[in-house]
């Protein structure tokens, strides 16, 4: 079974994006720092999400502080799958376009793939058991 995870934008500032979810209702749920990769991931959401609510994963890139133009802030969605390598096979067989084939994340062992829906809005699939 599919379940909806994440959305995930690319942010300015970590502290006044955290600030202003926070107007919101919602926390801080989890936070990576990824040297190798020079970016930072925090998750936000509500409560502790024992529920599985899809969350918002902010991105903020080392030394990118000029900014982003409209539009090119947008991440991906990401769907949990229990198997990536099947489910990028479905998409493949649907006639869609699968733009990273399933293997592990870069600096991580996470199984993921990628795929583009028909306006090119990227999907992430992860692996979840």
Known sequence: ???YLHTMVR???LDTSIAFYKLLGM???RRRDVPEGKYTLVF???ADN???QA???LTYNWGKD???QAGTGFGHFAVGVPDVAEMVEVVRAGGGKVIREAGPVKFGTTVIAFVE???GYKIELIQRV
């Open 55 to 57: 969350e918002i994963e």
């Open 117 to 119: 829906d028909p306006d």
């Open 1 to 3: 079974m599919a379940t």
């Open 66 to 68: 000029d900014g982003y």
């Open 11 to 13: 942010v300015h500032n």
């Open 27 to 29: 926390h801080e749920l």
């Open 44 to 46: 936000i959401g509500y």
């Open 50 to 52: 024992d529920a599985g």
